[in-house]
């Protein structure tokens, strides 16, 4: 069995999609490289088939009609034979040195977790800065661990999909399946397959380069700005993707973290629609809160009255500019699009 499936989404990713599967071909034999071809109408087909003809035991390319990021990585999923499965979007890249590393790692270990945790940096390119997202406060290294074992999260720290590698096994026994035509949705990789993670294992390398600086990025801000709705989308998706009620009898510190990243997505989804600041927008955040007031009272009050997107939904414009004040200062110290 390979140690690791490389799930490589792509769509129209002919600019960039080498530099991305390059980085992934130092794991040889460990690994299988399987691309997503979603409907590309640029040479993003030729490349890949290019990539497996080169490499017929190590590539694989799925061409498929456009359904989505999403779309992609259920396809990826369903035909991932590794024992541990990662998305590496086709814009970013992987560290050479911290891949052999990991699957060094993975290769010495008597007991395999069902998540390891590594480094992910926010890498601007064209602007040659970076910024290293460590967990080393949160995991202890080295050390096999469960979610009672966190420690201490910092307002910047998330462990989003590019942090991640689960065991594929989690992964279809959480059964995971990502909506199609949908922005966002590695938000739900990075939440949905929690509770059914049981060990961890947090390695300090700086293993994913996140790319940022793209001008139809999907991060980028003014892309945000008009994709909101997908933004909103997703937040109900991951409110309603767990019993929260039920992980808290197992872990009150994984159920404290499951709680910060909705809160999150709710900060998102309103910092965007206090940006667009018409009654439009502002109907959709009170429609928003609303929905979660009625799906969860208990929910909705933590939320609103304990956790930063509670301060996100301040009365009139003056909670608005501190709102967005917020965002702002946020933006130049972590530099997160």
């Known amino acids: 069995?390979?140690?690791?499936?490389?799930?490589?989404?792509?769509?129209?990713?002919?600019?960039?999609?080498?530099?991305?599967?390059?980085?992934?071909?130092?794991?040889?034999?460990?690994?299988?490289?399987?691309?997503?071809?979603?409907g590309s109408t640029d040479n993003t087909k030729k490349i890949a088939n290019r990539y497996v003809k080169k490499y017929p035991n190590l590539i694989r390319a799925?061409?498929?009609?456009?359904?989505?990021?999403?779309?992609?990585?259920?396809?990826?999923?369903?035909?991932?034979?590794?024992?541990?499965?990662?998305?590496?979007?086709?814009d970013d890249w992987l560290d050479s040195e911290a891949l052999k590393a990991l699957l060094n790692k993975i290769d010495g270990l008597d007991v395999k977790p069902d998540l390891i945790v590594c480094n992910y940096i926010y890498d601007h390119l064209y602007e040659k800065k970076q910024k290293v997202m460590a967990f080393n406060n949160v995991l202890k290294e080295n050390k096999l661990s469960t979610w009672n074992d966190l420690g201490f999260f910092r307002?910047?720290?998330?462990?989003?999909?590019?942090?991640?590698?689960?065991?594929?096994?989690?992964?279809?026994?959480?059964?995971?399946?990502?909506?199609?035509?949908?922005?966002?949705?590695?938000?739900?990789?990075?939440?949905?397959?929690?509770p059914f993670v049981e060990t961890i294992l947090y390695l300090n390398l700086n293993l994913y380069h996140y790319f940022i600086g793209r001008e139809d990025q999907s991060v980028n801000e003014k892309v945000m700005i008009t994709r909101v709705d997908q933004q909103i989308k997703v937040t109900k998706l991951i409110l309603a993707s767990i019993d929260l009620e039920n992980t808290k009898k197992t872990s009150k510190k994984l159920y404290r973290y499951l709680i910060r990243m909705c809160s999150m997505m709710i900060v998102i989804s309103s910092i965007y629609l206090i940006m667009i600041n018409d009654k439009e927008a502002m109907d959709k955040r009170k429609a928003l809160w609303q929905s979660i007031k009625q799906m969860d009272s208990r929910l909705y009050r933590k939320l609103r009255y304990f956790n930063l997107a509670g301060l996100t939904y301040l009365p009139g414009k003056v909670g608005n500019f501190i709102?967005?004040?917020?965002?702002?200062?946020?933006?130049?110290?972590f530099k997160f699009n």
């Open 155 to 194: 307002v910047s720290q998330y462990l989003i999909m590019h942090s991640l590698i689960y065991k594929t096994k989690v992964l279809k026994k959480c059964k995971l399946k990502l909506p199609e035509h949908t922005f966002y949705v590695d938000n739900l990789v990075a939440y949905q397959p929690l």
């Open 323 to 333: 709102t967005l004040k917020g965002y702002k200062i946020s933006k130049k110290i």
């Open 1 to 38: 069995m390979k140690k690791i499936s490389f799930v490589v989404p792509c769509y129209n990713s002919e600019a960039y999609m080498e530099r991305c599967i390059d980085s992934l071909l130092i794991g040889r034999q460990d690994i299988e490289i399987i691309i997503v071809n979603d």
């Open 62 to 90: 799925i061409h498929k009609e456009n359904g989505g990021h999403g779309s992609g990585v259920n396809a990826g999923l369903k035909e991932a034979k590794g024992e541990y499965f990662k998305v590496v979007d086709s």
